[in-house]
């Protein structure tokens, strides 16, 4: 005994011995496993959103044709006479185009023909315009244009000469046009407003798919998810925490609860078709029944959050208030509840973040994509009609041949994160102001 | 068991006993914590608990306000009485019966809420005072009382918990005097603070007992002689002696509490 504890005594200070050595080593190789960890974990990280935001970028963005178009009241009467009327006017720009970009070149009725493919039938639009505002005859007129997919693949180097295989949607003469009128400045870059605030569109038209109306179609859904888990899962923990007493049947239900966390989505899913659809008949499709869904889901989440907030009130401010002659409830509502708050929070907006990119039950219980037609009449029909959710929508468009709609999935993610990010920031400032008044 | 200082103490005393205790036994699920303790508090007197960790003391102090009843495994029997009341019975609500009897606990737990809201917090649920005025009064008289109005009465609405130590322990005092309690119990309401704080509460204790019987638990020995009139030493969940304070420090009848009061035990 007495020899062990003078043994490192005898030694030098400055020489190791072969005992702290190792340690040493040990300690620094125990270091390095960490941050190598923490180094791969943050490189994923950020490969992971390169590519989200490279893929994802050109989803917000659309290409234009901006054309200052002239009609002269002499055309335009003459166009009028016509039969054709649309056609006409298409034959027009064709030709105003064509002089623009080819010092006539190129033949009109050519141009007419890629113009078509590339922007679609703009006669009609022009007609349009015109008639309403014959004031702008004779003057410059802005024109901007949308173009069509494949132009914009094109633009974007997803479609090269090379690869390019003549088919009714894009030909080999289209493409010079395309770059006649590049060349001519005639194309340019706008905000696609149509993808941030639009609804879901057919397969065939990536360019009109939007993601806003499964925006709203989610935002109902959280206010469901609210409304429904908050109270009962904060009810259910003070209940288990506070009240009840420590007997099997509230052992079985804990153990149940924490089961419950771990049970897959899609099981909740047939659950929500089984029990909100087919027997209370609630509309089918709708974010009333998404969101009791995703309730039911995100309860263990919040119950777990909250128990573990209310298990970490120290017990000595229960006494204090129970010495005081404070009623449980009381004690509970007054002291306990006010500190776990934060911690409520937190389980809460980590619940409902959770349920904000749940897919597969909704899936489950049909509010797929494409339901995603059209905004809700107000706010009624936003809980009970048909619509879709942004994780929903996502998948809709992923699983879409139409390569258009691949960057539509990926801005779509973008657009998600976006939320799930606001909610996280959220819930910190939240908490820091919490803790400050406590 | 029971020996005979202890009976007649009680018959001695009877006209000004506040709380008297016969026969109880405290058990936490299998285990006997308190073994047929007799005691008599008396009023407007201090009685201190001493004894080594575990013997019950505290765990008998909290069977004074039914504080037991807040832990699920802990069963009390015997006969407590306040005032000739069994504070025990089925009609006594142990929420009244605690505005009654006061408590303040070994380590400062002031609410994590302003000094004002800490002291008026007792008297609000109670519904003793109607206007804001009167609560005023009641929470600037409890800080008096708690010798801390002096120090804090510019800054009511800080935080409680930003006081120091000794100052949150008088705090608790303070809050819980609001209540008028009738008897305030303090388990080692000490044991935290520093030599000069505790000399404070000391002399704190000495002033309530003008207004309130007070009863203590102490691991201090010389606090107990220094505040207390009336000592009872537990050993092992018994209630070895019980008598004047004086007489228990110089002249033990038990041969335990001579051992445990030189240092040979404890």
Redesign the interface.
């Known amino acids: 005994m007495t020899d062990a504890t003078q043994s490192p005594a005898q030694g030098s200070l400055s020489a190791y011995d072969a005992h702290t050595a190792k340690r040493n080593t040990a300690e620094k190789r125990f270091r390095a496993y960490g941050l190598t960890a923490i180094v791969i974990a943050l490189t994923l990280l950020v490969i992971l959103f390169t590519t989200i935001i490279r893929s994802g970028a050109p989803a917000f963005t659309r290409t234009v044709v901006e054309i200052d178009f002239t009609l002269t009241t002499p055309q335009f009467e003459a166009a009028e006479k016509k039969l054709l009327k649309t056609k006409e006017y298409n034959m027009l720009f064709a030709g105003f185009v064509a002089d623009a970009i080819s010092d006539g070149a190129l033949d009109q009725a050519a141009v007419a023909a890629s113009l078509e493919r590339i922007l679609g039938k703009v006669g009609g639009d022009i007609r349009t315009h015109y008639r309403a505002n014959p004031g702008d005859l004779d003057t410059p007129v802005a024109f901007e244009l949308s173009t069509s997919s494949r132009a914009e693949q094109y633009l974007a180097g997803d479609i090269t000469r090379d690869t390019l295989v003549d088919s009714r949607f894009l030909t080999a003469a289209d493409l010079d046009v395309i770059d006649r009128m590049k060349d001519a400045g005639f194309i340019k870059t706008a905000l696609d407003t149509t993808f941030l605030f639009g609804a879901d569109a057919g397969v065939d038209n990536p360019g009109g798919a939007g993601i806003g109306v499964a925006v709203i179609g989610s935002f109902f859904m959280m206010l469901v998810v609210l409304v429904v888990s908050l109270p009962v899962a904060v009810a259910a923990s003070i209940y288990l925490e506070e009240f009840a007493?420590?007997n099997w049947f509230t052992d079985l239900i804990e153990v149940n609860i924490s089961n419950l966390a771990a049970v897959p989505s899609i099981v909740f899913g047939i659950l929500g078709l089984a029990v909100f659809i087919q027997f209370a008949h609630l509309p089918q499709s709708s974010p009333i029944v998404g969101g009791l869904v995703l309730a039911l889901m995100t309860l263990p989440t919040i119950i777990i959050a909250t128990r573990a907030a209310l298990k970490a009130v120290?017990p000595?401010?229960?006494?204090?208030?129970?010495?005081?002659?404070?009623?449980?409830t009381?004690a509970v509502f007054?002291?306990v509840l006010p500190?776990a708050a934060p911690g409520i929070l937190t389980g809460t907006i980590i619940g409902l973040a959770q349920a904000l990119g749940e897919t597969a039950p909704l899936l489950l219980i049909g509010m797929v994509g494409f339901v995603a037609r059209e905004y809700p009449d107000g706010l009624v029909s936003g809980f009970t009609d048909a619509n879709s959710a942004m994780p929903a929508q996502i998948y809709t468009w992923a699983s879409r041949a139409d390569p258009g709609f691949y960057e539509k999935a990926w801005g779509g993610i973008i657009i998600l994160l976006i939320f799930l990010l606001s909610m996280n920031i959220i819930a910190i400032i939240l908490r820091k102001r919490f803790e400050r008044r406590? | 068991m029971l020996d005979n200082t202890i009976y007649n103490e009680r018959l001695d005393t009877m006209n000004d006993v506040k709380i008297s205790a016969r026969g109880v036994n405290v058990f936490y699920a299998d285990t006997h914590a308190i073994k047929d303790v007799d005691v008599d508090i008396k009023d407007k007197m201090v009685t201190s608990f001493i004894g080594p960790s575990g013997c019950g003391k505290s765990t008998f102090l909290r069977c004074l306000n039914r504080m037991n009843d807040t832990i699920d495994i802990c069963r009390v029997t015997g006969d407590i009485r306040m005032d000739g009341q069994d504070i025990n019975a089925k009609e006594v609500d142990p929420v009244q019966l605690r505005a009654k009897v006061g408590m303040v606990f070994q380590k400062p737990n002031p609410f994590p809420k302003s000094i004002y809201d800490n002291v008026s917090y007792g008297p609000r649920i109670h519904g003793m005072a109607r206007t804001k005025a009167e609560m005023d009064e009641i929470v600037e008289k409890s800080l008096r009382r708690g010798a801390l109005w002096d120090e804090v009465k510019d800054r009511l609405h800080a935080p409680g918990t930003g006081l120091s130590g000794g100052q949150q322990q008088r705090l608790c005092i303070a809050r819980a005097v609001a209540t008028e309690p009738q008897v305030l119990l303090m388990d080692e309401p000490c044991s935290a603070l520093d030599p000069i704080a505790t000399a404070q509460i000391e002399e704190l204790i000495e002033e309530l007992r003008q207004n309130f019987s007070v009863v203590i638990v102490t691991h201090s020995m010389q606090q107990a002689a220094r505040v207390s009139q009336r000592t009872a030493f537990f050993h092992l969940g018994n209630l070895v002696e019980y008598g004047e304070t004086g007489q228990i420090f110089t002249n033990p009848t038990d041969s335990r509490t001579e051992s445990y009061i030189t240092g040979r035990i404890g």
């Open positions: 007493p420590q120290p000595s401010i229960r006494d204090a208030a129970l010495g005081l002659g404070a009623s449980k009381q007054h002291h500190l406590w």
